[in-house]
């Protein structure tokens, strides 16, 4: 299963972006999508994620950012609003679950979409 995430680029401070994440290959189920962002000499961090069971998002959060999902086009949405220069980073999407009825499953990371948050 492969994961294409797009929408990053350049914004003000204090504006918004939204990021997509879309799965393409054999998908049966997707049981969690997430969001997470990552700065040079730094772990990666948890932004969302999403299950059929609700959302979880990082403390940074604080309201700013909602995740969602179209189950029907396997794709992860990442509204990000109020940005801060500080939410500059590489933001990653992850997908799990099953690619057949088998539950033969996956964990996919996509590519990476570069966010940069100016002042």
């Known amino acids: 299963v492969q994961l294409q995430a797009s929408g990053g680029g350049l914004v003000q401070a204090g504006g918004s972006r939204r990021l997509s994440c879309a799965a393409s290959?054999?998908?049966?189920?997707?049981?969690?999508m997430g969001w997470y962002r990552q700065v040079p000499e730094k772990s990666r961090e948890l932004v969302a994620l999403i299950t059929d069971a609700g959302t979880r998002y990082g403390d940074f959060v604080k309201g700013r950012f909602t995740i969602s999902r179209d189950k029907a086009k396997n794709t992860a949405y990442l509204q990000m609003n109020s940005l801060k220069p500080e939410d500059t980073a590489v933001y990653y999407c992850?997908?799990?679950?099953?690619?057949?009825?088998?539950?033969?499953?996956?964990?996919?990371w996509g590519q990476g979409t570069l966010v940069t948050v100016s002042s």
């Open positions: 290959g054999s998908v049966f189920r997707i049981n969690v």
């Open positions: 992850n997908e799990d679950g099953f690619k057949d009825r088998y539950y033969n499953s996956f964990d996919s």
